[in-house]
């Protein structure tokens, strides 16, 4: 199993940046493709960004491309989302998670772990 812990939300005015950190438990975190999602009120959850085991298969949502990147670093567990010229329909809950299949691709149901999810923000 992975549990998955996010960090790094908050509150920034259009335009700004913020950076969500993911960290991983387990000895196999290496083997998972990690995703970042995102839900925002009233809305379903949506593909943010997705990476896969190796790093060297990364995509985008449209609406995030040119805007957000996705790295992670497999001797620390961790996965980060970097958010750069952030726009208030970014607002939402950001979720980190693991797929099994290691491919890190856009369908939410690949993803057999979930993190709690992090607030972000931004304010107009």
């Known amino acids: 199993q992975v549990q998955l812990v996010e960090s790094g939300g908050g509150l920034v005015q259009a335009g700004g940046s913020l950076r969500l950190s993911c960290a991983a438990s387990?000895?196999?975190?290496?083997?998972?493709?990690m995703g970042w999602f995102r839900q925002a009120a009233g809305n379903e959850r949506e593909f943010v960004a997705g990476?896969?085991?190796?790093?060297?298969?990364?995509s985008y949502a449209d609406s995030v491309k040119g805007r957000f990147t996705i790295s992670r670093d497999n001797a620390k567990n961790t996965v980060a989302l970097q958010m750069n010229s952030l726009k208030p329909e970014d607002t939402a809950v950001y979720y980190c998670?693991?797929?099994?299949?290691?491919?890190?691709?856009?369908?939410?149901?690949?993803?057999?772990?979930w993190g709690q999810g992090t607030q972000v923000t931004v304010s107009s």
């Open positions: 998670a693991a797929d099994s299949n290691g491919l890190g691709g856009y369908a939410a149901p690949s993803y057999a772990y």
């Open positions: 990476i896969s085991w190796t790093g060297g298969r990364i």
């Open positions: 387990g000895r196999t975190f290496s083997r998972y493709g």
